[in-house]
């Protein structure tokens, strides 16, 4: 019997397990672990969309909140000048605070330097008494436009007679005051347009 037999065969067996390992073993450890890391990518995936799906339901639950937000803006900061609107505010306000002379004279919208909104710098004059001047002010400053005061002056208000100014207790108020609108352009919808201003009393 050839006593090299049990060596060829064990190198053999040893060839064959190598084999084994190189053409089974190996491809299928990268198989798993190409498997794992599909899995651990499926598993981020999932944690992301999750996230976004309650992200989701947030805004969804959120939305009739954020929709009156959008209106309250909108009517603080028209997308169009809308005058006749604001004089209509104004002479509103000068009703119910009983001044005795109101005028209003808006001047053209003035975009700003980032191109995201317009100015609208108007004059306001009222007169009256105290009391009346002081209302006028408050209904000014919560009027549902925007509006900001960037000039006031409060003076006597005098009757001509003869020639003879006679003192009365009613003041004037003029102020100067900027409304607001989206539109930068005072394109269609804007009032006044492009170089024109309009002045309304009463």
Known sequence: MNKRAPII???????????????????????????????????DQEFT????????????????????????IDVAIPPVADLPSLFRLLQGAADRSAVDFFSFTPGTPVPNAAGSFSTIASQVTVSGGYFAIDEFLFL????????????????????????????????????????????????PGSIPGPGETTGTGA
């Open 9 to 43: 065969a064990g190198v053999v067996a040893v060839i064959v397990a190598l084999l084994a390992v190189f053409l089974v073993v190996l491809p299928k450890m990268d198989e798993v672990s190409t498997k794992e890391d599909e899995l651990h990518a499926a598993e």
């Open 49 to 72: 969309l999750a996230a976004q799906l309650s992200a989701l339901e947030d805004a969804q639950a959120a939305a009739p909140e954020t929709e009156q937000e959008i209106a309250a």
């Open 140 to 187: 000014l400053e919560t009027l549902p436009r925007a509006a900001k005061v960037t000039t006031l002056a409060v003076t006597p208000s005098g009757a001509a007679t003869g020639g003879t100014t006679i003192s009365t207790s009613n003041l004037q108020l003029q102020v100067t005051v900027e409304f607001y609108t989206t539109d930068v352009s005072a394109g």
